[in-house]
């Protein structure tokens, strides 16, 4: 009896990960650092830089890279608002991973292009975000 308990225990923590709605306002949104080249952390990684130009077209560049990633979807946002988000689930459990990319201006005008990945269950990603973001930044070339 107790094993099957358990097994109804994990089967449904693994539903929930996988079955969990995202909610748009908690997860698109920029990284609320002021002055970062690089930034690591457990379950999450930051990285950002300065562009020449608008930025848009890196951005463009930058979203059709990750929409060609498997399992990652657009969350929310758009070209358009120069902001998208995505979630990206492990294959075999699902777990979700939230990546924001956007074009940010600093108040003295400078451009930013900001990729910023974290996780949504547990306290570390085993280096898994950062992983990902820097396969996406190498196809971009940055």
Do not use: C
Request: aromatic residues 12%.
């Amino acid at each position: 009896m107790f094993i099957w308990v358990v097994l109804l225990l994990v089967v449904g923590a693994a539903a929930y990960v996988r079955l969990a709605p995202s909610d748009q306002r908690k997860w698109h949104k920029a990284a609320s650092f002021q002055s970062i080249e690089e930034k690591r952390g457990k379950g999450f990684y930051i990285w950002r830089q300065a562009v020449e130009d608008d930025g848009t077209a890196a951005l463009a560049a930058l979203d059709r890279i990750i929409r060609a990633e498997p399992r990652t979807a657009l969350l929310a946002g758009s070209l358009a608002d120069k902001q998208l988000t995505y979630v990206s689930r492990s294959k075999v459990v699902g777990f979700p991973d939230y990546t924001t990319i956007g074009i940010y201006q600093t108040p003295d005008g400078q451009r930013y292009l900001e990729v910023y990945g974290r996780l949504r269950f547990g306290r570390s990603d085993l280096g898994v975000n950062a992983k990902r973001i820097k396969g996406w930044l190498g196809q971009l070339q940055v």
